[in-house]
Nanobody
């Protein structure tokens, strides 16, 4: 079973950038579709971005399209989320997730989840 550990969260001013990383254990990382989700206080968890195992297809929520970029390095068993032009409404705990099955990557039908990393964007 793959295990996921997120890092890179923190406090940033509006308009700034952060890069989140999600390191995965195991030797089958390249077989997983990887996703990023977030959950703000008092709100449901929502889809942010996802990338297929080959890296050929990526998906974004409308709220982050053009500002966030998901990428992966299969040699390093790591998926990244580059977040630019941050807004206060991006404040949330960000989770990465892995799916071995073929799923709709914008849903929460993933098999494994990380513990999350806090991102706080100040005005």
């Amino acid at each position: 079973q793959v295990q996921l550990v997120e890092s890179g969260g923190g406090l940033e001013q509006a308009g700034g950038s952060l890069r989140l990383s999600c390191a995965a254990s195991g030797r089958t990382f390249s077989s997983y579709t990887m996703g990023w989700f977030r959950q703000a206080p008092g709100k449901e968890r929502e889809f942010v971005a996802a990338i297929r195992r080959s890296g050929g297809s990526s998906y974004y929520a409308d709220s982050v399209k053009g500002r966030f970029t998901i990428s992966r390095d299969n040699a390093k068993n790591t998926v990244y989320l580059q977040m630019n032009s941050l807004k206060p409404e991006d404040t949330a705990v960000y989770y990465c997730a892995a799916a071995l099955r073929f799923i709709d990557p914008t849903t929460d039908a993933y098999d494994r989840w990380g513990q999350g990393t806090q991102v706080t964007v100040s005005t």
